[in-house]
């Protein structure tokens, strides 16, 4: 028997872990899972590879004019069962990873039109409820009614170790300091941004999971689904 799905948002810093979070808890679920970063930074490749951005400047009008040019959708790795991005029928998520997306996914993440298009299609996918999505303003803007929010916290060190050692173990050549660049660039603009800009809501439960491994960091979100649905 199908029993009530809820909507779990969550919001949170870079690198703090909010994607395998929200991955797994989908898993456990049996929930939709999207990485609603994973949506900017295939706008930013678009735009990158268009030339709508040269050398780390947004050319905005031509940006948004490309923006109907933009089709994203997800499909589901059948190998890690995890949804991956697709850009105009080309999959994007290697590409999408890279320091090349990372340094300007931020700057073209504050342009209005951009978070429009996005947050339309956040919301279609989400319309049904059974989802889990991370990001930046999924309590406060995507889905304000989402019956879970979670805001993750891990300390700065956790965040640029963990995010260094994913892109080594990718393959992708970086420095710990370049790492910690780009987190702090990236927090700040996020959160000092006009629009939408990354904010803890009041009802958001704050998860800290610098002292938690993955499946504690599971366990402890398991637990606050439990307590919504078995009320
Ligand atoms: O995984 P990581 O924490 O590095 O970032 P991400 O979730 O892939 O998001 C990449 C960038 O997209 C963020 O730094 C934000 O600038 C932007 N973003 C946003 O503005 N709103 C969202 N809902 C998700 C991402």
Redesign the pocket.
Known sequence: METNKITIAIDG????G??TLAKELARSLDYVFI????M??AVTLYALNTNCIIKGEVDEKSLIEALNDIDLQFELNPRTKTPEIILNGLNAEGQIRTPRV?EV??KV?TIKEV?EKLVFEQRKMGSQGGIVM?????GSV?FPNAELKLFITASNEIRIDR?YKELLRKGIETTREEVKNNLEQ?DF??STREESPLIQTEDAIVLDNSELNREEQLAKALQLVNDLINV
């Open positions: 810093y870079s690198s703090c909010k994607s990485d609603s970063g994973a900017y930074r990372a996914v931020s993440a978070r991370d990001g930046r303003d999924i995507v995010r990236r603009i996020d």
